[in-house]
């Protein structure tokens, strides 16, 4: 288990009680991202959902999810699954100018004004700062909401206003490095420069470990 003085480091950490109801909200294009750019690195998402939910109900875990034409996050969105994670996939919108588009922000956000009558905590692990609106929503409901992000790409304002900040930089746990328990995905490409035979489909999936 990592050391959770990371959560009391930070000034406005709140009280967690066993009995709180928490739900979990992924904004999993942000967390890939973030981890890719600060620490070229994968999420481990659930280890961080895990380690962020502490033991407490969990009522709900969702991920927010883009799928390709192509197809490739398959073997992704079967291990969010396993992770007892939920997937909500929508398609990337592509336009004439080249630009791709999967924006669930709104979706997101109506998610948690939904489940804001069924649990105590809303954990937001997302670093985007278009959160704030929604976090003194759901402060004004009563609800308490955590986020789960790594600091250096966090909105400042996002960490002000939440009641428990958890810095998924301050330990390597939840990071998979390149070369180090690859995504199947990955597993194949390497598989295929090496000239080494593919293990079938059925074999991968026991291995599929949670990241993006």
Do not use: C
């Not at 990337?92 to 999967?102: D, H, N, P, Y």
């Not at 009558?117 to 402060?139: A, N, R, S």
């Not at 810095?167 to 090496?194: C, I, Y």
């Amino acid at each position: 288990m990592p050391d959770r003085s990371i959560l009391s480091a930070m000034p406005y950490n709140m009280v967690k009680h066993p009995a709180q109801r928490v739900a979990v909200l992924v904004d999993a294009q942000n967390m890939y991202h973030s981890a890719k750019h600060l620490h070229n690195a994968r999420l481990n998402f659930g280890k961080a959902v895990e380690y962020a939910v502490a033991g407490r109900p969990l009522v709900r875990a969702i991920a927010y999810v883009a799928k390709s034409k192509t197809g490739e996050e398959s073997a992704f969105f079967e291990a969010l699954v396993e992770a007892k994670i939920e997937p909500k996939i929508k398609d990337v919108q592509e336009f004439t100018s080249g630009v791709k588009k999967a924006d669930w922000d709104v979706g997101m956000a109506i998610d948690a004004v939904m489940l804001a009558e069924k649990v105590d905590v809303i954990i937001l692990m997302t670093g985007d700062g278009d959160f704030v609106p929604l976090i003194k929503y759901l402060h004004g409901r009563g609800v308490m909401v955590e986020v789960a992000a790594f600091e250096e790409s966090t909105n400042a304002q996002l960490m002000e206003e939440t009641d428990s900040f958890i810095n998924l930089s301050s330990t390597a746990e939840f990071l998979l490095k390149a070369g180090r328990h690859l995504a199947p995905e990955d597993k194949k490409n390497q598989n295929k420069r090496s000239g080494r035979k593919e293990h079938p489909p059925e074999l991968d999936k026991k291995k599929i470990r949670v990241t993006y």
